[in-house]
C-alpha cells in the first residue's frame, strides 16, 4: 500500500493522480516513439532561477508581471449533426426535438454546484487506447464517432476532436453536472495532451446554451515531472521528465514558475471569463471567484512553504486578471487533504490562510467523503474504482459498484447511490470522481461497461443515475418514426429488406443490452416481429432496422405497423407504414460490360454495370461480391454521365465486398449504374458476384433482380 508514487494508498491519504502520472505513463514509458514535443514553447536557458517565491514567467526572468496574451479565434464551427451519417432523410429534428415529460423538483438545494473530473489525455486510436487496459470502453475509442461531420478534426475519442468535447459536455448537461474540470498538466511533450488542445473544449463549450462553467484542476503531478526534468540540467528539455527525481521542493524559489507560469495562468487566458466556474456560482462582477481545485502535496518537500506558495500564487493572480470593472480577481482555492499537515499549518503563513476549501481524493474507491472549511462544504463521491486490467498496483484493487462501503449487495448504481445519500445539504460543491477515468474504472460517462452480477448495464446507466438525484427526473425515452424509404409498389411473391428509421429524440440511448427494439405488426406480421437494434442508437440519432419481408402474391393494400418499446413499455407514437403490391409492367436486367483488351495482372481496367433495357430509376442498392486474392476495387463512379443526387458506398478490399446505394437527379432512362475501376492483383480465374440488387422507379415500383455472376480471367502481368 505503499508503492511510491503511483500506489493506492490507505483511506486516509489520496489515491495516486488521476493522470498520465500513474498507468498511462506506465504505459509511455513503453512507447519512446510517442515523445513528441508539441506544446511546451521555447525552453529557458541554462540559468539559475529568480530569488523570489512569486511565481514568473519562466525561471530565470524578473517576477514583473507580463501581459495577457490574446486569445486568436478558433476554426470555423459546423453544427453537431442530427442525423444519421446516411445521406437519407434529408431533413430529420434538431437534437433533442422531444421536452421531458413534467418532472419534478429538483432534490438539490439551487446553492449546490456539482462538478466533475474530466480526462482529456485521449487521442484514440493512436494513443494509449489499447481496450484491454480499461473498465469499459465510451463512443469512440475504437471505432469513428458517428455522424461526426467534420473528419479533418479526427473522429473517434481525442482531445483533438471538438465533436467528442461537445459529445461529453451534453451528457454532462444531461446527467445534472454544471462544472467541468479538466484534469490539466499544463504544456506536456504531447500534442493532444497540453493546455492549447483545451481550445476545442471552449468553442464546443459555445454550442451550449448556457454553456458549462469550466474550473481548474491542477494534477500536481506534473508539476513534480516538471521540477525533476529541470533539476538534472538546469533545463526543461524532457531529460528526466517522469516520476524519477527529487522532490519539488517549497523552498525553491521557482518552485511557484511550475504551479502559477506554466499551468495556471495560461489555463486562465484561454478559458474566457464568461465561462469560468466560481465558487458560489455569480459571476465575477457579483462577487463569484473563480474556482482551482488541486490535487495531492506528495512528492514535494519543505511543506511548512505551502502557505507561502499559495499566497503568492493568489497574488500573482489578481496582479494578472481584472474583471470588467477593472477590479482584481482572487480565485477560490481548493486543496486536496494531503497539503493539511502540521508542516503547512505550521508555515508562515500557514496554508490555512490560502485555502478557500478542502476535499479528500479517492472517494471512488474508499467511499464518500465531506470537508468544511471556512463555512464551505466540498462533497466528493464516486461510483466505484477497478484498475485490475492495468494492474496497477499489481494486480490492481477492485472495489465493486454494486457493494456499497458498508458491505451490502444490490444493483450496478449500488456504491454511487448510497455515497450520494450521504451527502449533506450544506454541500457547496459536490465533486464527481470521475466523469471518465477508464484505467481505474471511477467513469460515470457513457460507456460499453461490463455486466455486473450478470445484470446488463446500459452505456448510459450512470448519467441516468446521476440526473435521477441531481434533478429528480430521470433520462427519457421518445422515438419519432420517420417515413417509409422503400418504394410505394412491390412486386408480388418477393423477398425484399424494408429499411425502417426511427428517430431517437428522448435523451437515452437504445441498444439491444438495453432491451429497446421496434415491434411490428399489421398484416404482413399478423403475429408480430421483433426487430432489434445492431448497435446503440444515442440521442439525436436515427436507428435504421432492416426488416425481411415476403410480399404477398394477391395485390392489394397492405399496412406494416410500428411501435418502439423499451423496459418501461412502449414509447413514441404508433405509425403504419401503407404498401401496395402490385404487377410489375417492365423488366430489366443487370449486364457488365467487360473490356475489350485481356484483363492482366498488374493493370487497372474498367468494368460497367448496365442495365438492359434502360430504365427511368429513382435508387438502386447493390451488393457485389469478388475474390479480393484476385482483384482490387481502386475506384467507383456511381450513373457516369450523371450527376447522382446522393450516393454512399462501402467497400471492404480484405474480404472483397462492396455495397452502394444511389439516388437519381434526372428522371429520364438510365443505362449505366456503376463504373467500377479495378486490379488484377495476380493471375487467377476470377469473378463478379452481384448477390443483390434492388431498383426503384419513379412511379413506385421496387424491382428485386436476381443475383448474377460474370467469370473474369486475370492474366499473367504483361
Known sequence: MNKPDCGVQHPSTPKCSPCPARRPWRVLWLLPLLFLLSCLPSLPPDRTPASTAVPTTSPDLPATPSALSSVPPGPTWTSWPSSSPLPWPSSVPAWPTAQPTPSLAPLRRPELQVGTFFFFWHDCPDHLCDPRLVYALPPGWDEPLSGDPDPADGLYYSSRNRYWYLQELRDMRLAGIEIILPVSWGDTRHPWFCTEQLRLLVEANRQLDPPLRIALFDDTTSERYEYHDYADNRLLDYSNYGPDGPPLDLNDPA??????????????????????????????????????????????????????????????????????????ITPWLVLENSWFTPDTMGGRPPVSDAADGQYLWGTALHGPDVRDWREYTVASVGPGFDNSNLRWPDPGQVQPRYRDPPGGSGDPGTFLRWSLQQVPARTDLLLIETWNELWEGTSVCRADYLPVEGQAVPEDYWLNLLRG??????????????????????????????????????????????????????????????????????????????????????FGSYGLSGQMYGPKGAFGPAVLWPLQVGQPQLGTNLVLALPSEPIRAGVPFVLDLQLEPALPLQRAQLRLRFDPQALQLLQMEALPGQVPRQWQAQVDNERGLLWIELQANETGPCSELLRLHLLGRQAASSGLWIEESQLWLPDGLALVLEADWTELIVGAAP
Do not use: C
Request: glycine share 10%; aromatic share 12%.
Open 469 to 554: 438525484y441531481l434533478t429528480g427526473q430521470e433520462l427519457w425515452w421518445a422515438a419519432q418514426p420517420l417515413p417509409a424509404q422503400w418504394a410505394t409498389r412491390l412486386a408480388p411473391g418477393q423477398h425484399y429488406q424494408l429499411a425502417l428509421e426511427v428517430h431517437n429524440t428522448g435523451t437515452r440511448t437504445w441498444s439491444g443490452r438495453g432491451g429497446e427494439h421496434l415491434l411490428l405488426g399489421g398484416d404482413l406480421f399478423p403475429q408480430g416481429y421483433v426487430a432489434r437494434l445492431a448497435e446503440p442508437v444515442r440521442p439525436g440519432e436515427l436507428a435504421r432496422f432492416t426488416v425481411p419481408i415476403t410480399t404477398p402474391l394477391e
Open 255 to 328: 518552485s511557484g514558475f511550475y504551479f502559477y507560469d506554466r499551468k495556471i495562468r495560461p489555463f486562465f487566458q484561454l478559458v474566457p471569463q464568461e465561462m469560468w466556474a466560481t465558487h458560489n456560482g455569480r459571476p465575477l462582477e457579483q462577487g463569484g471567484r473563480p474556482l482551482i481545485v488541486v490535487y495531492t502535496a506528495a512528492g514535494m518537500s519543505n511543506l511548512h512553504k505551502a502557505g507561502s506558495l499559495w499566497a503568492s500564487i493568489k497574488e500573482s493572480f489578481r496582479r494578472d486578471f481584472q474583471d470588467r470593472d477593472g477590479r482584481p
